[in-house]
């Protein structure tokens, strides 16, 4: 960064104040909001409308995600894993149950990924390179 565009606190003197970090107030059900906020202030009643309409264009595509890895297991037990494997008595649980560990591990770091990546590529760019890798 060029020194001309660095800001001092003597060149933020006497002009609007641009050079101060803004404070994390951000506090949902009160009305104390980030004073340099670049999103537009919703009323509560434009923020349910909102998350409705997001919830209306992902809930449908993470649900069919979550039938499709349902019909999977379904269809590779059906398809003779158990046999090919040699799963008998409880060791198919046991290996789905191994599944789930992992899973449940990357679900804390996909959801920060999920901050940085839009979730309209995230979502299926992680569902091409888990098919991708069985």
């Not at 606190?9 to 059900?29: H, L, M, N, R, W």
């Not at 349902?70 to 059906?78: E, P, T, V």
């Not at 990546?117 to 890798?133: A, E, M």
Request: glycine content about 4%; aromatic content about 10%.
């Amino acid at each position: 960064m060029s020194p001309m565009l660095k800001a001092t606190p003597d060149t933020c003197q006497g002009q609007v104040d641009f050079c101060a970090s803004p404070q994390k107030k951000e506090i949902y059900d009160s009305e104390e909001r980030t004073e340099h906020t670049v999103a537009p202030a919703l009323t509560e009643a434009q923020e349910t409308k909102l998350w409705r309409r997001i919830d209306l264009r992902l809930l449908p595509m993470v649900s069919l995600m979550y039938l499709f890895s349902f019909m999977d297991r379904g269809n590779a037990k059906l398809d003779g894993l158990t046999t090919q494997l040699n799963l008998t008595g409880n060791k198919y649980n046991i290996a789905l149950t191994m599944f789930f560990i992992p899973y449940s591990l990357f679900e804390f770091p996909s959801n920060l990924v999920i901050q940085v990546i839009r979730p309209s590529r995230w979502l299926p760019g992680i569902t091409v390179l888990w098919g991708l890798v069985m």
